[in-house]
């Protein structure tokens, strides 16, 4: 008799499941949705704060670090709603030490954090798969939408911009296809144009332009310069996010597996009236 109490005090005796399931669907429901109505709200917010006037709204760096924290705070709403939802639904637990009880109640947590994350991702794709790419597929991805949408042209726009004796020689549409994929090249090789190809393209800007030699390959200088920093402010941007992300994932799978705690306890009556981890005491 008191070995199968001792055992009744260390374990589930009905052989049933630890995991309620339907309380974990349910509050990783909830998460996801809460999710895109903060990211919605997210959106109208940032309309609102940014504008096409320099002299208005607010600055890139403060918008960046805005939408950072604004992640940070979407993760520990969502996340902490899911989780003590999960734990206010679990079925009761007969039989079970408070310590187990504990740990079944975080792991509820852990798992609606898990699984909002996972169908948010399956919903998101692309921009995760883009996101995760590595700095190397990503300088491609950008290199192959200039190509695509044709952003590359304002960068040939700067380097046939005419100059004080302009001469027309060639087909111009022809020089800007060329010149098009000669800066696409260099952006997805990584090293920029190569001796070659900058005497070249210096040498058809002066024919297009009337420039001097060395104010075209000035000219180019300055153009591949300008797409380089570019791509870097892209870069960068990317790696920030990534970090926010991260670090807003981290904070949500915490918010779930203690808001989890606070809704086991709180269906139990057991919030707040005993420790949280306690060791068990042995008669002697």
């Given amino acids: ?4 109490l001792a055992t009744g005090a260390r374990g589930d005796l009905s052989g049933k499941s630890g995991v309620s399931w339907a309380a974990v669907v349910a509050g990783a429901v909830v998460s996801c949705a809460l999710t895109l109505v903060l990211l919605a709200f997210g959106a109208g917010v940032g309309f609102s704060v940014v504008s096409p006037w320099g002299s208005e709204g607010v600055s890139a760096t403060t918008f960046k670090i805005g939408t950072g924290l604004y992640f940070i705070v979407i993760a520990m ?6 989780g003590y939802l999960a734990g206010r639904l679990r079925a009761k637990w007969v039989g079970i030490d408070s310590n187990e009880i504990t740990f079944r109640d975080t792991a509820h947590g852990l798992l609606v954090w898990a699984l909002a ?4 991702a399956a919903l998101l794709a692309a921009p995760a798969s883009a996101l995760i790419g590595g700095v190397g597929a990503a300088t491609s991805t950008v290199a192959s939408a200039a190509r695509s949408s044709g952003a590359m042209d304002g960068y040939v726009d700067q380097l046939l911009r005419a100059g004080p004796a302009p001469q ?7 020089s800007r296809g060329e010149l098009t994929r000669l800066l ?10 190569s001796a070659g190809d900058r005497s070249y393209v210096a040498n058809l800007v002066a024919a297009r332009t009337g420039l001097s030699q060395a104010d075209a390959e000035q000219r180019v200088d300055q153009v591949v310069t300008g797409l380089k920093s570019s791509l870097e402010d892209a870069r960068q941007a990317g790696q920030q996010l990534s970090i926010w992300l991260t670090l807003s994932l981290f904070i949500g799978a915490l918010s779930a597996c203690l808001a989890a705690m606070e809704g086991g306890g709180l269906r139990d009556g057991t919030w707040g009236k005993q420790p949280v981890f306690r060791r068990n005491s042995t008669a002697t």
């Fill in 1 to 4: 008799m008191e070995q199968t």
């Fill in 77 to 82: 709403i969502s996340s902490a709603v899911g």
């Fill in 168 to 174: 027309a020689q060639g087909n111009p549409s022809e």
């Fill in 117 to 120: 994350t996972v169908v948010g």
């Fill in 184 to 193: 696409t090249s260099s952006v997805e090789n990584g090293d920029g144009l």
